[in-house]
Nanobody, 115 residues
Framework: QVQLVESGGGLVQAGGSLRLSCAAS????????MGWYRQAPGKQRELVAA???????TYADSVKGRFTISRDNAKNTVYLQMNSLKPEDTAVYYC?????????WGQGTQVTVSS
C-alpha cells in the first residue's frame, strides 16, 4: 500500500512564496509520474505541474515562470516551489503519483493567498 503525505500549505500574502512537499511511503517500485493538482471552490481540479520519470516537466500556463516542480528520488518526494503567489492561486493542492498502473493521491493541503 502506498501513502502520500503532503505538507507546506498555509496563508500567505500576494507576492509571497510557499513550498509544498509530498512524500510517498510504502511499496514503491517505479514512479512514472509525480504531479500537483489544485481545486478551487466551485471549480474543477486542474493540473498545476508535473514531472515525469525521465525528468521532463510541464506546467499550467497560469503558473509558468512562478512555480517550479522538483523531486528527490531517494526520498520519493516531490516539491512545488510557488513564488509570486496571487489570490487566484488559492485552492486545495493535491499531489498525485502514478506508480506502475495505479494512481495515488495525497490528502490535500490548503493554500490561501490574501490580496
Amino acid at each position: 500500500q502506498v501513502q502520500l503525505v503532503e505538507s507546506g500549505g498555509g496563508l500567505v500574502q500576494a507576492g509571497g512564496s510557499l513550498r509544498l512537499s509530498c512524500a510517498a511511503s510504502g511499496s514503491i517500485f517505479s514512479i512514472n509520474f509525480m504531479g500537483w493538482y489544485r481545486q478551487a471552490p466551485g471549480k474543477q481540479r486542474e493540473l498545476v505541474a508535473a514531472i515525469f520519470s525521465g525528468g521532463s516537466t510541464t506546467y499550467a500556463d497560469s503558473v509558468k515562470g512562478r512555480f517550479t516542480i522538483s523531486r528527490d528520488n531517494a526520498k520519493n518526494t516531490v516539491y512545488l516551489q510557488m513564488n509570486s503567489l496571487k489570490p487566484e492561486d488559492t485552492a486545495v493542492y493535491y499531489c498525485n503519483f502514478a506508480i506502475r498502473t495505479r494512481n495515488y493521491w495525497g490528502q490535500g493541503t490548503q493554500v490561501t493567498v490574501s490580496s
